[in-house]
C-alpha cells in the first residue's frame, strides 16, 4: 500500500482585484460628476460613455467576478453591480433617454438613479464592517444618489450640482482606496491608511459574533 502523502493543494496566488475596480469606478464618477456639477460643457456629455462602457463598467465587472474567485461577498457584490450600473448608464444614455417623452423623462430617470440609492445605502451598512476608507466610499456615494434622485423628481438644476459636488468627493474617496490598495500590496506593508476596524463598535445584532469582515484590503 502506497504511503505518499497527497501532494498540497496550490497557494491561491490570485491578485487583490479591489483597486482596480475602485479605480475604474472612481475615474467615471468623477468625469460624470464634472458634468452634474456644471464644471465642463453639457454638450460634452458623451465623453463618460467610453469610460462607462470600458473602466467603470467592463474592468469593475472583471474585478467583481474576480472577488467571487477570493470568496470575497462584499468586494463581488459591489464591484459586479456597479460595474452593472455603468454598463446600463451607457446604454440607458445612448439608446433610451432620447425616445423617452420630454416632460417625463425625469421620472424615469429618477427612478433609475432611486435602485441605486437603496442598493448604496444598505451596501454601506455592510461596509460598516470593511474599513474606513470603503466606508467613506459608500457614505459619499449614498448621498450622491439620494440627492441626484431628488434633484431629477424635482427637476432641480441646483440640487443636480450639488449631487456633482457630493460625487466629485466619492470619486476622491474611492481613488484614495484603490491608491491605498495598490501601495501597500506592492510595497508590502501599511504606508497608506485604510483605518480597519472603522466598524468595530458597531454592532448590528446582539450576542451574533464572528463571521468575516469583507474588503478589508480594499
Known sequence: ?????PAPAPADTIADPGPLGLAGFAATTFVLSSF???L????LLAVVLPLALFYGGLAQLL?????FRKGNTFGSTA???YGAFWLSYAAYVKFVAGDLPASTAHQATGLYLLIWAIFTVYM???ALRTNGATLAVFVTLSLTFIVLTIAEFAESTGMTKVGGWIGLITALCAWYASFAAVTNATWKENVLPVFPGIGSRVRLGAGRSGGPVAGEAH
Open 1 to 5: 500500500m502506497s504511503t505518499t502523502a
Open 36 to 38: 452634474n456639477a456644471h
Open 40 to 43: 465642463i460643457d453639457q454638450n
Open 63 to 67: 474585478a467583481g467576478l474576480w472577488e
Open 79 to 81: 464591484f459586479v453591480s
Open 124 to 126: 454601506t451598512v455592510a
